[in-house]
Nanobody, 122 residues
Framework: QVQLVESGGGLVQAGGSLKLSCAAA????MGWFRQSPGKEREFVSA????????YYADSVKGRFTISRDNAKNTVYLQMNGLKPEDTAVYYC???????????????????WGRGTQVTVSS
């Protein structure tokens, strides 16, 4: 059983930065997703278990950076140049141990955290 715990969310003005953390397990490909009220969950970023491969949604490319430190069992999402449309609950997710590649598809993730709120004011 894998328990994921997100942290680092908060309130920030447009143009500001936040860094999210996800306490996870080693050797899991990880992803970040987000969801706003009334909207469907959307892919944000993903990283392979080794950190060698990363993927980003077009809406966050150039602004967000995903990384991981397996020694600390932690995955990060550095968010710069935040926009009001980035406001959402952000979730980290983990694939199964045998699935080490990054994926942009939510259904390929087996474990989900409870989320951390990110609010970007105008």
């Amino acid at each position: 059983q894998v328990q994921l715990v997100e942290s680092g969310g908060g309130l920030v003005q447009a143009g500001g930065s936040l860094k999210l953390s996800c306490a996870a397990a080693n050797k899991y490909a990880m992803g970040w997703f987000r969801q706003s009220p009334g909207k469907e969950r959307e892919f944000v970023s993903a990283i392979s278990w080794s950190g060698g491969s990363t993927y980003y949604a077009d809406s966050v490319k150039g602004r967000f950076t995903i990384s991981r430190d397996n020694a600390k069992n932690t995955v990060y999402l550095q968010m710069n140049g935040l926009k009001p449309e980035d406001t959402a609950v952000y979730y980290c997710a983990a694939r199964t141990p045998s699935m080490v590649s990054a994926s942009t598809l939510g259904y390929e993730y087996a474990y989900w955290g409870r989320g951390t709120q990110v609010t970007v004011s105008s």
